[in-house]
């Protein structure tokens, strides 16, 4: 992991720093590339968060059936 900002695999994963590095940390250290871990996604424009809720619309009324 040499050269791989922990707080941002940390944050990618959705898990926190001591996680990673209890239990992951010794099994990639060798195989990770920082390259491919520090990078930032492209935000979503409001069009694409509006179309992905409607999309999505139906799983919220779903829950509430239960």
Do not use: F, L, P
Request: contains cysteine; glycine residues 2%.
């Amino acid at each position: 992991m040499e050269g791989a900002d922990i707080y941002q695999i940390a944050k990618n994963c959705r898990t926190s720093v001591e996680m990673i590095e209890k239990y992951y940390a010794s099994h990639i250290a060798t195989s990770i590339s920082a390259a491919a871990v520090n990078v930032k996604r492209k935000a979503k424009s409001k069009k694409q968060i509006i179309e992905h809720a409607k999309r999505n619309a139906h799983r919220s009324a779903q829950a509430s059936e239960y």
